[in-house]
């Protein structure tokens, strides 16, 4: 282990930006705002190493690193001219957590650290303010006891509550039948009196030695170690558990802990605290943007009990416009200096930060930087905007915006012309439009959408106890809490719709009241929201409507139109979608999709004219009676051919022939059974029969794929010659057409070759009749691992692969999608599978199925076009696998195919940088 502690201070720093692995992101932070000569409160950060050290030797820090400790108090003594632990001249600190990569919230910080009544008596001499010293010391014990003893904060409500009611008698408020929150309003913290205070701290601690047994330590040093104790131990608390698997951090990765002196908010008009963002994060657009409250500790901004105000109406550092509680308008010279750090910052780390600040007696200190999490949106306009500032390369300006991110964008949002029934306002904390049921607790909500109900998760505020019901949620709701919130943090970086703030709405016992009010701002009434009432949020407006109301597809900005086309110009995969009609060929396209990877036939038979003239088919006794029932179906079949060869003229696209067993097209119930036995003369009797002769033990290993044409060879007859028929008319319209004819699951060399030859039999009849020719390609998917490890054979037959990697996937791990919902959560859980299988590729597995496919097939055919469908073809993570495997195109739905670009250019510029450093750049 390298060195347990690294300070910084008065400009000074031995640690700097680059060792977040080693001080955690905050601690990487603040030694480097330090180095910079911005101002931060001196302090130290004991380093992950230790933290890993300490579990390791059963929760004992290891030797050496008390006295270290020490040492580190001892310079920050010197430096502040103060002791920690003294009366005189006391020393308060803050005890910091801090991970590599940011979980705001999830662990926990005990500010206001080294106070007992001498002390706190001390603190309050020194500062002029009684008030002020003694609400600072009854905050510190509430959080200590709490986060160090386990002592939870609800437990001391009834006491803050008496106090509440000792100051409001005090000034003369009649407080009697006030409840809780009424209560706060009338008497915030700021009017507690010192008297009231020093009653509150009494009975505070008799509440800790109640429930502990023991008083609560006076010892300064001992609240010390305490303190980075439960720091350490909080990685392990359940919230940071929860968080850390959502995000995929890993457990090992162990926090830092920052001791760092106190400053204070809270001393007076002339101090405050807030929060800031060098650009705005829900929107993206280039203003220096946050939130501050005047005479307030940092903890109160992020808790959203108090409304914050704008630092800044313009955000531009010029001034302007503003209704006076701006910082700006407060206390400009403060203003003036916060933004001139945000820009330097800005310039230091060529990336938004997000910064705490807090004001003491008109002194600035900032607290905390951090690239700032950000909706889909606004990573793309940054990222591009700051590619064009000069500030990043095209390239990284790729690099920058998570795939996943801009799911968001492409989602529709609330459609402007729907009728639609105002419920309230608030803030436009995370945009996109979500309908759901209200639920009220973060339980519910996870149980509700368990169920596959959507769901709108409503709370006063959220805390990091919720984030399960966030996630579960389709969006979020909060009747506090600023753009700041935890609420409005957290929806931002899962990409959820989140309303917050939203006063007019107050939550308890299970139902949400609802203020309505006129255009003039007068209340008009009130509404009352059930538990299961639907109600859809529009995140983008901080809108909040009753019932559901529809919505409109994407409109996509300029900036991401630029940064996929710099996307498209550096990758090498080409992205294909799944269309089966030609409205979802369209789609696929106007996202830019360059082909299609996969229609499905089978889709084509569910309208109703068709299922009878396939039920037909299904049920004739002869090859006469099915190809008397194909010929009913030849005609629909060849009319969608010809709208997706429209639709995608000049584009590859390749269609699959039948692939699901034949029971699936059979009535499901007697009223159909009944319809059915009209329509064809047989006796209902007859068809529950044959239904029950169709029906499989296992489907999806059954009667399916090309064995269909095996056995029925009429049925790819007729889809051949459909869409030889319709590429032959799109031609003969001078449109461009270049089909790609794909067989299922084959295995076997003899499967093709068969197959081949009738759609060879076909072409040739067809071409005569027509009296012209077209090129086609025949090809298959590779789903079963025989195909895989037989593709030499099989590319003897074939002109491509598609590998279908949904049923690769069960045909090789011998697990049926359908059924994984029982035990596949809890392989994740358990460590057998890193992620699920059939969202993110199995690469060590299928992936090397894939290979071997590739590796052999191209033995045999070197210019084997290779592809892959399935929903591995739209995630980020398989995408970077099939780059560096070398196929030629993905495959995914139309919604996915933007994702699929920008990952795969993400995969292409990650394979370059494997190869070495460019000649160039
Ligand atoms: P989190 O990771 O939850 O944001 P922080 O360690 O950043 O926790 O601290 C919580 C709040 O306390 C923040 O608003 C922070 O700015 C404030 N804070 C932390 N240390 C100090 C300090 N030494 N002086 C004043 N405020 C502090
Ligand atoms: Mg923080
Ligand atoms: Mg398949």
């Given amino acids: 282990m390298g060195r347990s502690i690294y300070f910084f201070g008065a400009g000074q720093a031995d640690g700097d930006a680059q060792q977040k692995d080693l001080l955690g992101g905050k601690g990487a932070g603040l030694a480097e705002m330090t180095r910079l000569g911005i101002p931060v409160p001196p302090g130290f950060t004991v380093t992950t190493e230790v933290c890993n050290a300490y579990y390791a030797a059963g929760k004992v820090l290891p030797a050496g690193v008390e006295d270290e400790i020490k040492a580190a108090i001892g310079r920050l003594e010197s430096l502040r001219g103060a002791r920690f632990g003294s009366a005189d001249a006391p020393l308060l600190v803050s005890v910091r957590s801090g991970a590599r990569a940011s ?115 006076d010892d300064p040093a001992a609240q010390l170690w305490g303190a980075i104790r439960a720091v350490f131990d909080s990685w392990k608390n359940h919230r940071a558990e929860v968080y850390r698997k959502i995000h995929d951090i890993p457990e090992a990765w162990g926090t830092a802990c920052t001791i760092q002196v106190m400053v204070f908010g809270n001393l007076g008009d002339d101090s405050g605290t807030g929060v800031a963002f060098t650009r705005d994060p829900s929107t993206g657009e280039r203003r220096f943007y946050g939130e501050w409250l005047p005479n307030a500790q940092g903890e109160d901004v992020v808790a959203g009990v108090r409304t914050p105000h704008p630092l800044s109406l313009t955000g531009t550092g010029a001034g302007g416009a503003d209704d006076g509680s701006s910082l700006e308008a407060r206390m400009p010279a403060v203003y003036a200096e916060l933004f001139a750090v945000q820009g330097k910052l800005e310039q230091h780390f060529r990336e938004v930060q997000d910064l705490e600040f807090t004001i003491q007696q008109n002194e600035l200190f900032l607290l905390q930087c951090r690239a700032a999490k950000r909706t889909g949106r606004a990573a793309v306009r940054i990222a591009v905007e700051m590619a064009k500032e000069g500030l990043i390369s095209q390239r990284e300006a790729i690099l920058r915006v998570d795939p996943g991110s801009i799911d968001q964008l492409l989602h529709p949002s609330i459609d402007p012309s729907a009728p639609k029934e105002l419920l309230a306002r608030g803030l436009p904390a995370s945009p996109g439009a979500a309908t759901g049921q209200v639920v009220f607790s973060a339980d519910e909500a996870e149980r509700r959408a368990g169920q596959g109900r959507a769901v709108i998760l409503v709370r006063s505020e959220t805390s990091p106890e919720d984030i399960h019901g966030m996630k579960a949620a389709r969006g979020i709701l909060t009747a506090r809490g600023g753009m700041t919130s935890h609420a409005a943090v957290v929806a931002r970086g899962m990409g959820k719709s989140c309303v917050a703030g939203c006063s007019a709405i107050s939550v308890s016992q299970g139902r949400m009241a609802v203020t309505t009010y006129d255009d003039h701002g007068r209340t008009t ?235 060879e039999e076909v072409a040739e009849k067809v071409f005569a009749e027509k009296g012209r020719r077209v090129d086609f390609r025949f090809g298959t998917m590779i789903e079963l691992p025989r195909a895989a490890l037989r593709a030499g054979e099989l590319a003897e037959e074939s002109e491509f692969f598609s590998f279908g990697t949904n049923d690769l996937t069960q045909t090789t791990l011998g697990i049926s999608r359908d059924d994984a919902g029982r035990f596949l959560g809890a392989y994740v859980e358990a460590g057998v599978f890193a992620k699920d299988p059939f969202q993110s590729l199995d690469v060590a597995g299928v992936g090397e199925l894939v290979e071997i496919g590739r590796d052999r097939g191209r033995a045999v055919r070197p210019g084997l076009k290779l592809g892959v469908c399935g929903e591995h073809g739209g995630d980020p993570s398989s995408i970077a696998f099939f780059e560096r495997a070398g196929l030629d195109y993905v495959s995914c739905s139309p919604f996915r195919v933007p994702i699929a670009r920008l990952a795969a250019a993400q995969a292409a510029l990650a394979a370059e940088a494997a190869r070495g450093p460019r000649a160039t750049d």
């Avoid at 609400?135 to 437990?155: K, S």
């Fill in 103 to 217: 979980m705001p919230g999830m662990m926990d910080t005990i500010l206001n650290l080294g106070l007992n009544d001498e002390i706190a008596q001390g603190l309050a001499r020194r500062t002029g303010s009684e008030r002020f010293a003694l609400d600072a010391y009854r905050r510190f014990i509430l959080a200590y006891a709490d986060i160090v003893l386990g002592v939870p904060r609800d437990r001391f409500e009834d006491a803050l509550g008496r106090a509440r009611r000792q100051a409001a008698a005090k000034l003369g408020v009649d407080a009697t039948r006030l409840n809780s929150a009424e209560l706060e309003r009338k008497v915030p913290d700021s009017l507690l009196d010192p008297e009231s205070l020093a009653a509150l701290i009494q009975r505070q601690k008799d509440i800790v030695l109640g429930a502990t047994g023991r008083p609560f330590p």
């Fill in 525 to 759: 009434g009130a509404i009352t929201v059930k538990d299961g009432d639907l109600i859809t949020l529009d995140g983008g407006t901080g809108t909040v409507y009753l019932g559901a109301v529809p919505t409109v597809p994407a409109a996509l900005s300029d900036e991401f139109g630029e940064l996929m086309a710099w996307a498209d110009a550096v990758r090498r995969l080409r992205v294909r979608s799944n269309a089966d009609t030609p409205h979802d060929a369209r789609t696929a396209r106007n996202f830019g999709a360059e082909g299609i990877g996969l229609c499905r036939t089978e889709h084509m038979f569910f309208d109703e004219e068709r299922i009878q003239a396939m039920r037909e088919m299904i049920l004739a006794d002869s090859e006469l009676g099915r190809r008397r029932a194909l010929a009913k179906l030849l005609p629909f079949q060849r009319s969608d051919f010809l709208g997706v060869f429209r639709e995608m003229a000049g584009l590859p696209v390749t269609i699959r022939l039948l692939d699901p067993p034949l029971h699936e097209f059979l009535p499901q119930d007697e009223a159909q059974l009944a319809q059915l036995s009209r329509a064809t003369g047989v006796s209902a009797e007859d068809l529950r029969h044959k239904s029950e002769e169709l029906a499989e033990y296992n489907p999806m290993l059954g009667h399916r794929g090309c064995r269909l044409a095996i056995t029925s060879p009429e049925i790819y007859e007729m889809q051949a010659r459909a869409i030889l028929e319709a590429a032959c008319e799109v031609a003969a319209a001078g449109i461009e057409v270049e089909p790609e004819i794909m067989i299922p699951l084959s295995m076997t060399r003899r499967e093709l070759s068969l197959t081949r030859a009738l759609v």
